[in-house]
């Protein structure tokens, strides 16, 4: 369907613009949290679309796969917002795996797409991510790295979902008298 497709566009270009802006390296993780209800318009957890779900985690898998960064898809509340990604991802971090399937009433519309596109996929109950897209308001902080900054980019909603976006850099030790590398800014 057309709505789908625009959805699926918006979330790729999105991705796209964030991804840049980001500076993410190949093999950085991106963890996502997602509110098919939101951008459907409704109260977040109320309206669980997997048609929607599936339109947007396409857009943003493929803008990910293309930049070879590696994706986690943040599960909702009643899995304690657990995390599914590629079960070799979770291997190389040394997280260790938990045992639930995503559904869209528990997990959410947007960890069942993940946990149905990905080819191996496992479930993990944190990570600590280079990046991370909210839309929906479903609150990643949880899942990125200490210092988190925010990333403004052109596309503020994906449906009728806020989108906010923050990367994460490195914590700045020594005082006054240290010198940093700006490459890591």
């Keep these: 369907m057309e709505e789908f497709d625009q959805l699926r566009q918006v979330a790729y270009q999105a991705t796209q613009e964030f991804l840049g802006l980001a500076k993410l390296n190949t093999g950085d993780l991106l963890v996502v949290g997602c509110s098919s209800s939101e951008i ?6 109320s309206d669980s679309s ?3 779900a599936q339109a947007v985690f396409g857009g943003i898998y493929q803008a990910a796969q293309e930049r070879e960064i590696f994706l986690a898809a943040q599960c909702c509340e009643h899995l304690n917002r657990a995390l599914i990604l590629e079960q070799k991802i979770a291997k ?3 997280l260790p795996v938990v045992n639930v ?8 519309s947007f960890a069942t797409a993940a ?3 990905f080819s191996a996929p496992v479930a993990v109950e944190a990570v600590q991510a280079d990046a991370g897209m909210d839309i929906g308001d479903t609150l990643i902080g949880m899942h ?3 210092v988190a900054v925010p990333v403004r980019l052109s596309v503020r909603k994906i449906g009728e979902a806020n989108l906010v976006c923050a990367r994460t850099r490195p914590k700045f030790i020594g005082g006054v008298r240290a010198h940093y590398d700006d490459a890591l800014l």
Excluded: D, F, H, S
């Excluded at 459907?40 to 957890?45: A, D, F, L, N, R």
């Design 101 to 108: 399937v995503p559904q869209p009433k528990a997990g959410g």
């Design 92 to 94: 190389t971090l040394r």
């Design 40 to 45: 459907g318009g409704q109260k977040i957890g």
């Design 50 to 52: 997997p048609a929607i």
């Design 115 to 117: 946990y149905a596109a």
């Design 144 to 146: 990125l790295k200490p």
